[in-house]
């Protein structure tokens, strides 16, 4: 068969598409959990609780299959990263499993019966599976900057020599809260889009301005981070952009501060950083001037910036070993065949498009503020 | 390898996939018998049908969160547990689960929230429409992982690439349109809608029963008698049996299922019940019905069936055959223009993985002792027992549902589903599908053993670096939460059967079924 597109392309390409995915996942579930995250200190009583909960009630389904669909794609496109990342951060991965599979049930019962006692173990759950995955999830990018201690064999045979604890580094714990107040102040966008003014909304601004200024100063620290600890890993050698997808066949290298090779080198990637500072202003500046939508603008942007940010100051490497270099996943070594990129890219174009039509109707659909008064009201209602 | 890693990965992902799995034939089942009631609904415009379907909606509801809950893990699972299987195959079976969240879990999952919510926000057609979406998107995703799944039982149009080790896609037509994962995609979609309709019946009985709710439950079970009669027909008559004879594993199915040791003159006979014997290797008291076999396995009169004994030394063959291209790629390994090993390996490159079960005895299978590959062919047997006892068990649970939706009809119009010992049969029918069904898993997965990939990645190979302790801490943890949600699931579920289907949020309960203000 005839492949249109070239190797390399379409390994830039899958790149670029990884960043989608996650970017994809982090702005739509992102808000869920936000929300989740807040729940607890936004919403006091039951009717509250209610409110809050019933504005992402019906979405929270579709988004987290952005990151079901992230987990097959890294698959069918990235099967070490998929293979390495998985098994290597595997009570991390069970952590999140564990509190995200809480939340669909959380949602679903909590209001089945009256009980206070029954829904309070159910908000409880609810925040778990909120609060939980999104410091995880921030935790295991950092790990990714700072590398993962894994080898191949020559039959490319992965062993991975790291622990749960050993995950969890100063610099990993503020990826960590730097992901925790991203969401938080994304969720709080959310509730300015979907609440009446009231109580709730009053509070989540409140937490939501917090969330946005942490935001700003964890993103800042996080950079000085990178830069004093000089981070980061260079190619070595010559470098076959479309050579086979095997990583002993390349090699790599520890080199301080690489990670900021790439700014110097293609300056328009300044932009990533930029937006990582000016998305939390921007939804600070929303919040004080009470506009909804520039604050949730101001919330995407961020976590826009913050993911390019990781992307770009890697590029090309997607997952550096910290104790074998030449082991380490690049865009180049790490990718499924050629053929396979190509058709998956063909799905892509295809469906993505489809995907988000029907995504944008149903919000259409689902559009409006919510009420008090729809939720003691409402059938259907959570 | 660590055995025990391997065995304890394999007992996870047993749990978590039947656990999945007692969730999903309901979701198959019930979205498309939701369509079929709020299709009378639109059509008729009589509101008990609005009614009916929110009913059944609400139960669909409660058990569609689980399923989606429980699927997460198994999307990562594989990479989890299965860090060197997706290596090694992530090429080919990557494709199908990143097609299937963008194909169906996306339709399903976004229409989902509209069916729930959007019932006061849509016109009638509209919400159909998505209801529609809901269950096509639950049974395109079915399709999706049975491809993945075929391909694991009948892997086509890949090939080993020596440069990256591991298996790469040839021709995504074939792993498409792969036949033994279109079989199983229409035998396991229509399990799930008996499945659905054995529940529908059970839960209306159980009304009828008690003289509540009648005219709702007669209804409900009118349509689960028909949709359940058409399915049950499906589940057998398409049943797994196409495919059986494209592969040496999936031959070896066949055999260790009738428990026929010995290679028969064609037509062969049906072993209808005996004792299959592991050891001794043959079958105990065994009664045979002549031709039956041969006519169901090969569609004909003159096709031969291999018996157990016979397929052995054809692995055995192989085992030696992959021997020779298990060298050719350690030599392409340090020399990747060596031109004399690349011809070798292109000869021999079909049998690497026979090769592979030799790493079982000895790290390299090209050290390998005469007993080390005698012992090695004996491991491509599945465990006859199981799959002898399995498939007649599911055989007759096949047959017995069709002879129930039949009876179903039956009384239908014979006396309005008011036969009370039929009704008591119904609520007992309820768990026997999920049994069924569970057993059908059991025996596809079992019978493929030692092979996670047939032929091609023997199942010990294919696990992660993980330790011991970490599975274990898994394994507790899963139990501890898929037993705890399991328990309120089933109590929910009863809680809401109970409540029966009249909303006590209507607007005008007085005056009947209130119309819909677009009415």
């Known amino acids: 068969?005839?492949?249109?597109?070239?190797?390399?392309?379409?390994?830039?390409?899958?790149?670029?598409?990884?960043?989608?995915?996650?970017?994809?996942?982090?702005?739509?579930?992102?808000?869920?959990?936000?929300?989740?995250?807040?729940?607890?200190?936004?919403?006091?009583?039951?009717?509250?609780?209610?409110?809050?909960?019933?504005?992402?009630?019906?979405?929270?389904?579709?988004?987290?299959v952005w990151l079901i669909l992230g987990g097959g794609a890294i698959f069918a496109a990235w099967p070490f990263v998929y293979a390495v990342s998985f098994s290597g951060f595997y009570l991390a991965m069970f952590l999140v499993l564990a509190s995200l599979i809480l939340r669909?049930?959380?949602?679903?019962?909590?209001?089945?019966?009256?009980?206070?006692?029954?829904?309070?173990?159910?908000?409880w759950a609810l925040f778990v599976g909120g609060f939980v995955p999104a410091l995880v999830f921030g935790v295991a990018v950092g790990n990714v900057l700072i590398g993962?201690?894994?080898?191949?064999?020559?039959?490319?045979?992965?062993?991975?020599?790291?622990?749960?604890?050993?995950?969890?580094?100063?610099?990993t714990l503020l990826t960590g809260l730097l992901s925790v107040t991203m969401l938080v102040t994304h969720g709080a966008g959310w509730l300015a889009l979907k609440v009446e003014e009231g109580a709730v909304l009053r509070r989540a601004r409140r937490i939501g301005s917090a969330a946005a200024i942490a935001s700003v100063v964890l993103f800042a620290l996080g950079g000085v981070m990178v830069a004093k600890a000089g981070m980061g890993m260079r190619l070595m050698g010559v470098v076959d952009a479309s050579g086979p997808s095997n990583p002993l066949m390349s090699a790599s290298a520890a080199a301080s501060g690489a990670w900021l090779d790439n700014y110097a080198a293609h300056s328009w990637m300044v932009l990533a950083p930029a937006l990582g500072l000016i998305g939390p202003m921007?939804?600070?500046?929303?919040?004080?001037t009470r506009r909804a939508w520039v604050q949730f603008a101001g919330s995407s942007l961020a976590i826009l910036g913050t993911v390019a940010?990781?992307?770009?100051?890697?590029?090309?490497f997607i997952l550096p070993s910290s104790i074998d270099p030449k082991s380490s996943l690049t865009v180049w070594n790490a990718s499924s065949s050629h053929l396979t990129l190509f058709i998956?890219?063909?799905?892509?174009?295809?469906?993505?498009?489809?995907v988000l039509a029907y995504t944008a109707w149903v919000m259409k659909v689902l559009s409006g503020r919510i009420t008090l008064a729809d939720v003691r009201t409402s059938p259907d209602f959570y | 390898m660590d055995m025990a890693v391997v065995e304890l990965s394999r007992l996870q992902f047993a749990l978590t996939a039947m656990y999945h799995f007692l969730f999903v034939p309901l979701t198959l089942g019930l979205s498309f018998m939701l369509v079929i009631m709020e299709s009378i609904y639109v059509i008729t415009k009589r509101p008990i049908w609005r009614v009916i379907t929110r009913f059944w909606g609400k139960l669909f509801g409660i058990n569609f969160v689980l399923g989606v809950a429980t699927g997460l893990t198994m999307e990562f699972e594989f990479g989890t547990n299965w860090a060197y299987y997706s290596h090694y195959v992530g090429d080919i079976f990557g494709a199908p689960l990143a097609i299937e969240g963008l194909m169906a879990f996306f339709l399903e999952a976004t229409m989902v929230g509209v069916m729930f919510f959007g019932w006061d926000r849509l016109s009638r057609l509209q919400h159909l429409l998505i209801t529609l979406g809901v269950a096509l998107g639950s049974n395109l995703s079915a399709l999706w992982i049975l491809i993945a799944n075929g391909w694991m039982q009948n892997p086509v149009g890949a090939a080993f690439n020596p440069e990256t080790m591991r298996m790469e896609v040839t021709d995504f037509a074939a792993v498409l349109f792969n036949p033994v994962a279109q079989a199983k995609f229409v035998h396991t979609v229509s399990a799930g809608y008996v499945c659905a309709s054995t529940f529908v019946m059970g839960v209306s009985a159980l009304y009828l029963l008690r003289g509540k709710y009648t005219n709702i439950a007669r209804r409900s079970m009118m349509v689960a008698a028909a949709?359940?009669?058409?399915?049950?027909?499906?589940?057998?008559v398409l049943g797994d049996e196409s495919g059986y004879a494209l592969t040496d594993n999936q031959k070896m199915k066949m055999a260790s299922i009738e428990a026929m040791w010995e290679t028969e003159e064609a037509p062969a006979a049906i072993t209808l019940i005996g004792l299959p014997d592991m050891e001794a290797k043959t079958t105990h008291y065994a009664i045979k019905l002549p031709y039956v076999m041969g006519i169901i396995g090969?569609?004909?009169?003159?096709?031969?069936?291999?018996?157990?004994?016979?397929?052995?030394?054809?692995?055995?063959?192989?085992i030696r055959s992959g021997m020779i291209g298990y060298d050719a790629v350690q030599k392409l390994k340090g020399n990747r223009g060596d031109l004399a090993a690349r011809a070798t390996f292109e000869a021999h490159k079909r049998d690497i993985g026979y090769a592979m079960l030799l790493k079982r005895y000895v790290a390299d299978p090209r050290q390998a002792s005469e007993q080390q590959i005698l012992k090695a062919a004996a491991d491509t047997i599945p465990n006859v027992p199981v799959m002898f006892f399995l498939f007649r068990f599911m055989a007759a649970m096949g047959f017995a549902f069709i002879a129930y939706f039949a009876m179903a009809f039956y009384c239908a119009s014979a006396s309005q589903f008011s036969t009370r010992w039929f009704l008591r049969l119904a609520v007992v029918m309820i768990p026997l599908p999920w049994l069924a069904i569970e057993g059908g898993w059991v025996l596809a997965e079992i019978g493929r053993q030692p092979w996670a990939v047939d032929g091609v990645l023997p199942t010990f190979l294919g696990a992660s670096s993980l330790t011991i302790g970490q599975i274990w801490t898994t394994i507790i943890g899963f139990t501890a939460l898929y037993g705890t949600l399991a328990v309120i699931e089933i109590r929910l579920m009863i809680a809401m059967i109970r409540k029966g289907p009249i909303e006590h949020h209507e607007p005008t309960p007085q005056a009947g079924f209130a119309p819909l203000p677009a009415e």
């Open chain 1, 1 to 64: 068969m005839h492949i249109p597109l070239d190797y390399e392309t379409l390994r830039l390409i899958w790149w670029a598409l990884l960043g989608v995915l996650l970017i994809g996942f982090a702005l739509t579930d992102g808000y869920d959990l936000g929300v989740a995250s807040l729940l607890p200190f936004v919403a006091r009583d039951d009717e509250e609780r209610r409110l809050t909960i019933n504005t992402i009630a019906p979405h929270w389904e579709g988004h987290q």
């Open chain 1, 104 to 123: 669909p049930v959380a949602f679903k019962y909590r209001s089945k019966h009256s009980d206070p006692a029954w829904r309070a173990r159910w908000d």
């Open chain 1, 148 to 171: 993962a201690p894994f080898s191949f064999d020559s039959d490319l045979r992965m062993t991975y020599e790291g622990s749960l604890l050993g995950l969890f580094t100063p610099f």
């Open chain 1, 282 to 288: 921007l939804a600070l500046l929303g919040i004080s």
């Open chain 1, 309 to 316: 940010t990781v992307g770009c100051s890697m590029f090309p």
């Open chain 1, 344 to 354: 998956m890219l063909v799905v892509t174009i295809i469906f993505l498009p489809i």
């Open chain 2, 227 to 236: 949709f359940g009669l058409a399915s049950s027909l499906s589940v057998v």
């Open chain 2, 298 to 318: 090969t569609r004909s009169l003159t096709g031969k069936i291999t018996g157990i004994h016979e397929l052995v030394l054809t692995a055995d063959a192989r």
